[in-house]
């Protein structure tokens, strides 16, 4: 079965700085997604960003972008300009492509709480 | 605003009482998702729903079951409620069920069971 891993529960950032979240994940797939989620303190899921596992290029998304490392099924997330706003926590999640059980859905890491200092 | 909805937004209940969490899809969307977080487990997916039927199915509990109807609404019926079933409870949609379609979240429903 696969796993995501976010080893940073918590992080810090000072305001206008950069910040890089760790995940690493476990699949003996070969064709998958990958996805970051951010959750602020409404508790709403907003999608962030993601990576097509077939494609080479990291995503971007503004001042979100990736460093996808497939070999060593590494995906972490680099928030550049940081603002007071990207304070929440951050899910990383994997999705398989394949149908049935609990595959071809969300699978989510523990996630990791950023906090922003002004 | 993703455009999916849940009511209700706030549930305290008792141990062993039955309570029924509904979600509207985004206009569209065929295909629902129902996910737990809890301090405990994290996000778990529990089920998928496409065009009325049952696509997939996770870490649910015997006691919880879910439901599509014909208008895409679904109600997910959680029963014999035990103190370990508080949780955030969130609904997903997306357009297909194929797992390049992104998932959209609600707002979800905080359970309380006391």
């Known amino acids: 079965a696969q796993t995501v891993t976010q080893s940073q529960p918590e992080m810090s950032v000072q305001e206008a700085e950069t910040v890089t979240l760790s995940c690493t994940y476990d699949?003996?797939?070969?064709?998958?997604?990958l996805f970051w989620y951010k959750q602020p303190p409404s508790r709403q899921m907003i999608l962030v960003i993601r990576?097509?596992?077939?494609?080479?290029q990291n995503a971007t998304e503004n001042r979100f972008s990736v460093n996808f490392q497939k070999a060593a099924k590494s995906f972490s997330l680099k928030i550049s300009d940081s603002q007071l706003g990207d304070a929440a926590m951050y899910f990383c999640?994997?999705?398989?492509?394949?149908?049935?059980?609990?595959?071809?859905?969300?699978?989510f890491g523990k996630g990791t709480k950023l906090s922003v200092k002004p | 605003d993703s455009g999916v909805t849940q009511t209700p937004k706030h549930l305290i209940t008792a141990t062993g009482q039955r309570v029924t969490l509904r979600c509207s899809p985004r206009?569209?969307?065929?295909?629902v998702y129902w996910y737990q977080q809890s301090l405990d487990q994290g996000l778990q997916f529990l089920i998928q729903?496409?065009?009325?039927?049952?696509?997939a199915k996770g870490n649910i509990l015997e006691r919880f079951s879910a439901q599509q109807f014909p208008d895409l609404h679904s109600e997910l019926n959680l029963s014999s409620l035990e103190l370990g079933d508080s949780a955030l409870y969130f609904c997903?949609?997306?357009?297909?069920?194929?797992?390049?379609?992104?998932?959209?979240f609600g707002p979800g429903t905080r359970l309380t069971v006391t």
């Open positions: 997903a949609s997306s357009v297909s069920a194929g797992a390049s379609y992104e998932q959209y």
């Open positions: 699949t003996s797939e070969s064709d998958y997604y």
């Open positions: 990576q097509e596992a077939y494609k080479q």
């Open positions: 999640a994997y999705r398989s492509p394949i149908y049935g059980g609990s595959q071809g859905n969300l699978i």
């Open positions: 206009s569209g969307d065929l295909s």
């Open positions: 729903y496409y065009n009325g039927e049952e696509r």
